[in-house]
Each structure stands twice: as structure tokens, then as C-alpha cells.
């Protein structure tokens, strides 16, 4: 017996390839990364003359480089905390208005922390007259111990982007009719800490319907802790909306438009009203895009239960037109020094047409053809959305460590709605036309409740503790029409039920050069699915999910973790849900009720150099992974259709190296590179599946200072060939230029781009099963030309008081995705 048979995979040479375009990269750094310890660096802001300064930009800096890792602001004593990796090299910047830029020197910071010098601000007539000019630069890129942070306010690539576009451009992330993270399906989507109940064609037309200006931070988070709940096998993906921090009335207006073979354009405004004790806000956006997909099917399908052997050919053109408005208004109120209410409520409304021109040629089995007909297919979809959130934060103390109650409320409702009108005409040989026509509703509504309790313990560590419970309903229907007399066959009515109560316990503290995080999470989960005519399934079980991870600083340049958790994915509405979507005259999608979830165990090992440069070691193996696999329909019309089915097994193995590097003053490279490799088991329709195949994601993101006051980005990504289950992708990339300029005292921006300029992102992909094959091409229209303009009025100057009163924004996003 080879040894070979004892490993979840064995290894070829075929990875080697992809490794070679990054070998002259690999030279320039040792790769590392990883998590570190925690420090805090304390002090305090002073005039020349001894006084305070309140609410003053801090600012804390790598060493190295002088790149910016946080800011934060001193209260009204003019006391700062920041939060850095133990054993790392920084400096510290403070700046405010009227004063000159003053700098700390630069310093190590130790596992106890560190009391800083104070720093003295000098008064300046230049800046009291013309404000401060702030030279550090906030990467646009972030790699922190347990997650990558894109920050997409700042790249000229967002402007006139959808949150689905800036999403596909991340580090690690690939988008399809899935979203996926380092090679990986299965992941928890939240929007400013609320859980997104959607997955597939569901979740990336919501993306597509949100704009990219809306968005301020994504959030990549391959291994959460306990906090968070346990739903998402590949980790956690979080978007973060804008929110303005400026004292006053404030607001900005935005307005983008973008050509490629058709128009997209973007518009939208943001206004809010805040005080030292209240805030008011508000954000609007319009959207009108226009899109198209040129897509080519070979089929071939084997003779099967009386059916003979054929093949096909399917050439067609959708076009798509996009309408959407999507807006948020909210309140913040101080109720105490160190009590924060927060309430908020959001909407998108999204309204998608399509008009579907295809032509398909049947063959027999000896290769002549036996029928050709055209199908135009129109279909209209509306989306509206809306949900509403109440939160309250109290801290125990004024200390940035003291214990801490959160809660928050979530209410959320998505509706869908779609209406389908297909008409087939035969051209050989002549038969009667066909009409199918459709009306389907959905109603899903979401509801959670979360309560988390967070308190110091001795000897620098931290117990956070917390329950939740959400609940999930959909309804949903749908009525057929075959040339006007209805189709019982294809119409009928689904309802779907999923509740889960979670209660969590975390410890996390250090010693030493050492940390330690442990928790475990308990989530009760009871599903309910009723399809008509055959009653109702239902499925009950309790789970717990332990999470883990150790950091130590081995030296002053070099840190190692390691983490592991266990993880979840249910199958969610649309997944269970078997009524069809009808896609073309030849495809459509159904759910299948007899999904299972899938449970995975996820490793990961990390070292970092220099707090700079990482390599990440991850594994992990799934039970009964969920796939989307297409499949001849069983009532021999010889159409397919797209469903989810569970396989045996998934292992998965990757190697991530990062490296944030600065060739010059004016170019900052952000390179990042994941070598993984998976392997999938499981049997479907007689085709017994062992497969697996090396693959690899490059990125490189560089920004540049320009003469005359511009700033550029170029953006390259690359995705191997890979495989998912059956389905076997081709490889792909894209270039994205940008360009971008600040004037009129920074309150105008001009942002020009060009996406996908080499005309890369062709999906191919061929899936290959006993008695049926399919290989397809789907080109879009994504190379685009925008420019964009956003101009900024009001206050300028940041409510820092808030921040620190009530107690961190950030705290409450994170707290809401627990």
C-alpha cells in the first residue's frame, strides 16, 4: 500500500506553475504572519504651556515605515490609549487643528505596555489659518493577526463600483454565482454586524444593487472567535457603511458614471447632524446600471432510461437593467457619559428586467441535428428590502478596559418577486409555439435578539459572555402557466422555518511574550421546511463549536499562532427551496429539500516578520460539503437544472503569504498570494467523485503619490484553474487602473478608473458527470471606463468625544455579528 493513501491528498507538480510569476516577489522578504499579543501605549496630548488638548488625532505608525496602523483621539484631559503588538516598533504622530504635527520617538512596545512622554503641541499661525495638512497615509490594504481590512473609502477603484465589484477585488475573495475566500465556499455575510440571510444569485444581485460609495471597510476574517456565530465554514466577511464623525451639519454628494458597451451610473448623497450628546444621520443612493451576458452551453447527454443519447448547443445574450435606491437614516443619543442608544433603519429597493435572446440546436446520437428553436425570455424582479436595528452600549467605568454591556434588536425583511414571460418558436422543424409564464413571490423575515457581557479579569485577561437567538421565516409561492392553462406539475408553494439559540463564553488574556484566546459556542438549531402536497420535514440538533488560538512573540522580529475553530453551514431558504427560478428556456433553478449542513474543523498557523510580512499555514476539513451541481431535468425536456447537493468529503489545504512593502517613498505595494489545493469525495448520479487540483490566487495592489496633488492605483489579480465538486473552472484575472485628485481644500474628490482593461474575467467552466457533461463561456461587460465626483460640506472637525464616551462604534459592529 503506497503511503500516499494515508494523506487527504496526494501532491503533483502541477501547483509550480502558478508558483513562478511570484519567485522574483518571494526574494524581496521573508514571508510571515501572524497573530500577536496585544499592548497598550498610553499618554497624554499638552500645550506648550502645560494644558490639555481634547480630542486631538493620534495617531500610531509602524517604525519602519511610518505607515498609519490605528487612530484614535485624546479625551477631554487630553489622555490617549492606543492598542499595537506586542514587541512591535512604532512611533506615535498628534495633531490638531492650530497646532504643528508633533512626533513621538520611536520606541518597542513592550507585553505590559508603556507610558509614553508627553507630547507638547506647538501653536501655529500657518495651520490656524490654513488647517493641518495630515502627510501619514492609510494603506489601502490592512493585515491584522485574525483578518484583512479593506478600505474602500479610500481607493479610486470604488468609484462607481457595486459592493459586489469592490468584493471580487479583495485579497483571497473570488465571485461567481458564489462568493468564495481563499478557494473556499460557505461563508457568513454581514453588514454592519447584521447577519445577510442570503446566499447564490440572491446574495450577489443584492451586492450588485448596493453601490460601492456606501460602503467604508470590508473585513476579511478566515478564523473568528466565539463571538461570532457559528455559520460559515470558510469564516467571516464584513462590510462596514459610512458613517461621518464630524461635529455640526455635514454631508456629502456623490455622482459617478462608467461606459463599457452600455451606461452605469451612480448618484447619492450623505447628511448628519452631531453634537457632543446626539447624532442624527442619513445616506441615500441611486443606481441605473446596464449590463450584459453573452453565454455559450455545449451539453451532452448520454442515452439514459429510455432517453437517447444527444448533445446540444445553446448561444445566447441577456441583457440587464438595473434600477435601485437604497437608503439609511439613524439616531445616536448619549444617555450617560457611558451610555450609547443607537437606533437605525435601512432599505434597498431593487428592480432588475431582463430580456434573453437564445438559440439552441438538439442533436441525435449520430450528430444531426433534430430540432432548433429560439427563446425570449423577459423577466422582471423586484427586490425590497428593509431592516431595523436598536442597540444599547453601557461601559462600567471611564477606563478603555472596563466591563461593558451590550444589546442589540434586529428586525429585516426581503421580499422578492418575480414575473417571467418565455416564448419559444421552432425553426426546425415547424411546430407550434410555445408561452410559459410565471408569477413567484418570497417573503423572508429575519429577527434576532443579543446580549453581550464583557468584564477585565486578573493578570491582564478577559472574559466576554453572550446569548442569542434569531429566527428566520419564508413564504413562498409560485403559479405557472404552459400557453395560458396553469401547470400544476411546476407551480406550488414552499414554507420555511429556522430558529437558533447560541450562548457563548470567551476567555482571552497573556503572560509573557504569550496570549490566549479560548471559547465555546452552543447553538441549538430547529429547521422546519413544508412543500405542499408532502408536509412537512423537520430537523432538530444542538452543536457546540470551540474556538482557540495561542500567540507568542518569539523575538523582536518574529511572532507565531496558531488557531482553530469548528464551523457551520445550514442550508438556507433558497437552497432547501425546490420551486423552479426559471433562468433561460433551457435552465432554471430549484433548491433541494434533502440538504444537510455542513460542518467543518479549521487550522490555521501563522508567522509574521517584522509585523509586515506573513505566511499562513491553513487545513481543513468539511463533512457533507455543500455544492451547486447541474444536472439534466428529470422530466426528459432535456433542459438542466442548478441545485445544491451534499458530497461526502472536502480537504482542504492552503499556504497565504502577504507582504506590505514600499519600494519608494511615492509606491506602496500590497502583494498577497494563496497556493491551496482541494480535495473532494462524494458520489451524484452514478459518477463516483475523487477529485482534486493545485491552484493559486495572485494579487498585487500599488499606490502611488503623483505630482500636482494625484494619487494612482493599479490593481492585477489572477485565478488559477480550480475545481468545486464536479465543476472545473478555467483560469481568469483582471488589471484595474485608477486614478484619483483632492482640491477646493479637500472637499472635492475626482476619481477616474478603467476596470478589467485586458478583458480577462471570462468565466469557462465544464462539469463532467457519467451520463452528462456541460461546458459554458459567459462574458459580461466589464470593462468600464468612470469617473466619479464627490464633494464634502460642513464641519470639518472629528467628534472625538463620542468615540470615547460611549465607547467604540467598531465594538458595537463586532458585538452585532456575535
Given at each position: 500500500m503506497r503511503f500516499s493513501t494515508f494523506l487527504p491528498f496526494r501532491w503533483r507538480v502541477g501547483p509550480f506553475w502558478c508558483i513562478a510569476p511570484w519567485a522574483g516577489l518571494l526574494l524581496l522578504a521573508p514571508w510571515a504572519g501572524a497573530a500577536q499579543a496585544q499592548a497598550v501605549a498610553r499618554g497624554t496630548v499638552l500645550t506648550g504651556a502645560g494644558g490639555a488638548v481634547p480630542f486631538a488625532t493620534i495617531a500610531l505608525h509602524?517604525?519602519?515605515?511610518?505607515?498609519?496602523?490605528?487612530?484614535?483621539?485624546?479625551?477631554?484631559?487630553?489622555?490617549?490609549?492606543?492598542?499595537?503588538?506586542?514587541?512591535?516598533?512604532?512611533?506615535?504622530?498628534?495633531?490638531?487643528?492650530g497646532y504643528r504635527r508633533v512626533w513621538s520617538a520611536a520606541f518597542s512596545l513592550p507585553p505590559d505596555g508603556l507610558v509614553l512622554p508627553a507630547l507638547l503641541l506647538q501653536a501655529s499661525e500657518a495651520t490656524a489659518l490654513a488647517g493641518v495638512t495630515v502627510q501619514a497615509r492609510q494603506p489601502l490594504f490592512e493585515h491584522h493577526p485574525d483578518r484583512t481590512v479593506v478600505h474602500v473609502a479610500d481607493s479610486p477603484l470604488s468609484a462607481g463600483a457595486t459592493a459586489l465589484d469592490v468584493l471580487g477585488r479583495s485579497p483571497g475573495v473570488v465571485v461567481n454565482e458564489a462568493i468564495a475566500l481563499r478557494g473556499r465556499q460557505g461563508l457568513l455575510l454581514l453588514v454592519d454586524g447584521k447577519r445577510l440571510p442570503l446566499a447564490?444569485?440572491?446574495?450577489?444581485?443584492?451586492?450588485?444593487?448596493?453601490?460601492?460609495?456606501?460602503?467604508?471597510?470590508?473585513?476579511?476574517?478566515?478564523?473568528?472567535?466565539?463571538?461570532?456565530?457559528?455559520?460559515?465554514?470558510?469564516?467571516?466577511?464584513a462590510l462596514t457603511l459610512k458613517k461621518d464623525l464630524r461635529l455640526g451639519t455635514n454631508g456629502t454628494a456623490n455622482a459617478s458614471y462608467g461606459r463599457g458597451e452600455y451606461g452605469k451610473l451612480t448618484s447619492g448623497f450623505t447628511l448628519n447632524h452631531r453634537s457632543q450628546n446626539v447624532n442624527f444621520y442619513g445616506s441615500y443612493s441611486y443606481t441605473n446600471r446596464n449590463d450584459f451576458a453573452r453565454q455559450e452551453f455545449y451539453r451532452q447527454y448520454e442515452a439514459l432510461a429510455g432517453l437517447p443519447a444527444a448533445s446540444s448547443?445553446?448561444?445566447?445574450?441577456?441583457?440587464?437593467?438595473?434600477?435601485?435606491?437604497?437608503?439609511?437614516?439613524?439616531?445616536?443619543?448619549?444617555?450617560?457619559?457611558?451610555?450609547l442608544l443607537g437606533m437605525a433603519l435601512t432599505g434597498l429597493l431593487s428592480r432588475t428586467t431582463t430580456a434573453n435572446d437564445t438559440q439552441t440546436r438538439l442533436y441525435d446520437e449520430g450528430g444531426t441535428p433534430a430540432l432548433w428553436y429560439r427563446s425570449l425570455v423577459a423577466q422582471e424582479i423586484k427586490r425590497p428590502n428593509g431592516s431595523a436595528n436598536l442597540n444599547l452600549r453601557h461601559a462600567f467605568a471611564d477606563?478603555?478596559?472596563?466591563?461593558?454591556?451590550?444589546?442589540?434588536?434586529?428586525?429585516?425583511?426581503?421580499?422578492?418577486?418575480?414575473?417571467?414571460?418565455?416564448?419559444?418558436?421552432?425553426?426546425?422543424?415547424?411546430?407550434?409555439?410555445?408561452?410559459?409564464t410565471g408569477e413567484q413571490r418570497s417573503d423572508l423575515t429575519i429577527g434576532a435578539l443579543k446580549l453581550d457581557y464583557s468584564r477585565p479579569l486578573p493578570h491582564r485577561s478577559r472574559l466576554d459572555l453572550g446569548g442569542k437567538s434569531t429566527r428566520v421565516t419564508s413564504a413562498s409561492a409560485v403559479a405557472f402557466l404552459e400557453n395560458g392553462v396553469f401547470a400544476p406539475s411546476i407551480s406550488s408553494a414552499f414554507d420555511y422555518y429556522e430558529n437558533v439559540n447560541a450562548a457563548y463564553a470567551s476567555v482571552r488574556g497573556g503572560r509573557g511574550k504569550a496570549s490566549l484566546q479560548a471559547g465555546l459556542?452552543?447553538?441549538?438549531?430547529?429547521?422546519?421546511?413544508?412543500?405542499?402536497?408532502?408536509?412537512?420535514?423537520e430537523r432538530r440538533y444542538l452543536q457546540l463549536f470551540p474556538t482557540a488560538s495561542v500567540q507568542v512573540q518569539l523575538a523582536a522580529q518574529h511572532a507565531l499562532a496558531l488557531a482553530a475553530g469548528r464551523r457551520i453551514d445550514r442550508p438556507n431558504y433558497a437552497q432547501l427551496n425546490p420551486l423552479r427560478a426559471y433562468v433561460d428556456a433551457v435552465s432554471y433553478r430549484s433548491g433541494n429539500p434533502y440538504l444537510l449542513a455542513q460542518t467543518s474543523?479549521?487550522?490555521?498557523?501563522?508567522?509574521?516578520?517584522?509585523?509586515?510580512?506573513?505566511?499562513?499555514?491553513?487545513?481543513?476539513?468539511?463533512?457533507?460539503?455543500?455544492?451547486?451541481?447541474?444536472?439534466?431535468?428529470?422530466?426528459?425536456?432535456?433542459?438542466?437544472?442548478?441545485?445544491?447537493?451534499?458530497?461526502?468529503?472536502?480537504?482542504?489545504?492552503?499556504?497565504t503569504l502577504t507582504a506590505p512593502v514600499e519600494?519608494?517613498?511615492?509606491?506602496?505595494?500590497?502583494?498577497?498570494?494563496?497556493?491551496?489545493?482541494?480535495?473532494?469525495?462524494?458520489?451524484?448520479?452514478?459518477?463516483?467523485?475523487?477529485?482534486?487540483?493545485?491552484?493559486?490566487?495572485?494579487?498585487?495592489?500599488?499606490?502611488?503619490?503623483?505630482?500636482?496633488?494625484?494619487?494612482?492605483?493599479?490593481?492585477?489579480?489572477?485565478?488559477?484553474?480550480?475545481?468545486?465538486?464536479?465543476?472545473?473552472?478555467?483560469?481568469?484575472?483582471?488589471?484595474?487602473?485608477?486614478?484619483?485628485?483632492?482640491?477646493?481644500?479637500?472637499?472635492?474628490?475626482?476619481?477616474?478608473?478603467?476596470?478589467?482593461?485586458?478583458?480577462?474575467?471570462?468565466?469557462?467552466?465544464?462539469?463532467?458527470?457519467?451520463?452528462?457533461?456541460?461546458?459554458?463561456?459567459?462574458?459580461?461587460?466589464?470593462?468600464?471606463?468612470?469617473?466619479?465626483?464627490?464633494?464634502?460640506?460642513?464641519?470639518g472637525k472629528v467628534a472625538a468625544a463620542r468615540k470615547r464616551a460611549a465607547g467604540a462604534e467598531d465594538e458595537l459592529r463586532r458585538a452585532a455579528g456575535q
Open positions: 509602524r517604525a519602519a515605515d511610518s505607515v498609519v496602523v490605528k487612530t484614535e483621539f485624546s479625551d477631554e484631559r487630553g489622555v490617549f490609549l492606543l492598542e499595537g503588538q506586542a514587541g512591535g516598533r512604532y512611533l506615535v504622530s498628534a495633531s490638531q487643528v447564490g444569485v440572491d446574495l450577489t444581485e443584492y451586492l450588485r444593487a448596493l453601490p460601492a460609495e456606501q460602503l467604508q471597510t470590508i473585513e476579511l476574517i478566515t478564523n473568528p472567535p466565539a463571538q461570532y456565530d457559528a455559520q460559515g465554514g470558510a469564516g467571516v466577511i448547443d445553446v448561444l445566447g445574450k441577456r441583457m440587464l437593467y438595473l434600477r435601485s435606491h437604497s437608503a439609511k437614516v439613524g439616531a445616536d443619543f448619549n444617555l450617560t457619559p457611558r451610555t477606563s478603555a478596559s472596563a466591563a461593558s454591556l451590550t444589546a442589540d434588536a434586529d428586525y429585516a425583511q426581503y421580499r422578492t418577486t418575480r414575473a417571467l414571460d418565455l416564448r419559444t418558436s421552432f425553426l426546425e422543424p415547424t411546430l407550434a409555439p410555445a408561452l410559459l459556542r452552543a447553538e441549538q438549531t430547529t429547521i422546519r421546511a413544508t412543500l405542499a402536497g408532502e408536509g412537512m420535514r474543523y479549521n487550522v490555521d498557523l501563522t508567522h509574521t516578520y517584522r509585523q509586515k510580512f506573513s505566511t499562513a499555514l491553513s487545513y481543513a476539513h468539511t463533512r457533507q460539503p455543500i455544492v451547486t451541481v447541474v444536472q439534466p431535468a428529470p422530466d426528459g425536456s432535456r433542459q438542466v437544472v442548478s441545485r445544491e447537493v451534499n458530497l461526502t468529503s472536502q480537504d482542504y489545504l492552503a499556504l519600494p519608494t517613498k511615492w509606491w506602496t505595494l500590497y502583494a498577497n498570494a494563496i497556493f491551496y489545493v482541494s480535495r473532494f469525495r462524494g458520489e451524484l448520479a452514478r459518477t463516483l467523485l475523487d477529485r482534486q487540483q493545485p491552484a493559486c490566487q495572485l494579487t498585487a495592489n500599488n499606490t502611488f503619490s503623483l505630482p500636482h496633488g494625484w494619487s494612482g492605483e493599479l490593481n492585477g489579480a489572477f485565478q488559477s484553474g480550480e475545481i468545486w465538486g464536479f465543476e472545473r473552472a478555467r483560469s481568469r484575472g483582471q488589471l484595474l487602473l485608477g486614478l484619483q485628485r483632492s482640491f477646493w481644500d479637500k472637499q472635492a474628490t475626482l476619481r477616474l478608473n478603467v476596470s478589467d482593461v485586458l478583458y480577462t474575467s471570462v468565466l469557462r467552466s465544464t462539469s463532467v458527470y457519467t451520463s452528462f457533461s456541460e461546458s459554458f463561456v459567459t462574458r459580461q461587460d466589464t470593462r468600464v471606463a468612470t469617473a466619479a465626483f464627490t464633494y464634502r460640506f460642513g464641519n
